[in-house]
């Protein structure tokens, strides 16, 4: 996300809330979405980076100060008196891994060690017994790299060309398909 998120600053910083909700209604009527335009992806990569995740991020940040108090630098809010733009300032620097780094650098150590890989999640289930895990995911899930699926155990997973990250959810053979399968 980090990468999606330093990819599309420009943009981000450069589109107006007028202009972004004019993009996203033209978003919303696309024909023919199994082949959108690079400017389409560009925006879309966008959307979801800042508005999906780094948003509600810092969000979650401001409420877990105020409830409970972070233990490390602080973070500029309009109630501690700091200008608008520290705030967009801010705002627009934080990053996932930063924020993991700063706050939780024991979260961060675990997540960039095996126990944030999938695969090693995958086989604690199977030496532990459960083998009947089956595995619904697309090709352009940005969360998941392309090596995702990569391990010396045979797995039941089908692979999408298009949904990425559980967006397949809105087509029309996903409730079949989940019913059949679980």
């Known amino acids: 996300l980090d990468q999606d998120l330093d990819e599309t600053v420009d943009l981000y910083t450069t589109t107006g809330l007028l202009n972004l909700y004019k993009r996203y209604k033209e978003l919303c009527r696309l024909d023919g979405v199994s082949k959108p335009s690079q400017q389409v992806l560009d ?13 509600l991020l810092v969000d979650s940040m401001e409420l877990y100060d105020r409830k409970i108090g972070l233990k490390g630098p602080t973070i500029p809010t309009r109630s501690r008196g700091d200008s608008s733009e520290v705030i967009r300032h801010f705002r627009e620097n934080v990053r996932f891994s930063s924020f993991l780094k700063t706050y939780f650098p024991s979260s961060y150590r675990a997540i960039k060690g095996d126990h944030g890989k999938l695969t090693y999640w995958i086989e604690m289930a199977y030496k532990n017994g459960f083998y009947d895990l ?49």
């Open 43 to 55: 925006i879309v990569q966008m959307l979801t980076a800042w508005y999906g995740f780094q948003a």
């Open 134 to 182: 089956r595995y619904l995911a697309s090709n352009d899930d940005f969360l998941n790299h392309s090596g995702v699926w990569n391990t010396p155990l045979e797995l039941d997973v089908v692979v999408t060309e298009h949904g990425g990250h559980f967006g397949f959810k809105g087509q029309d053979w996903f409730q079949d398909i989940f019913n059949a399968s679980f």
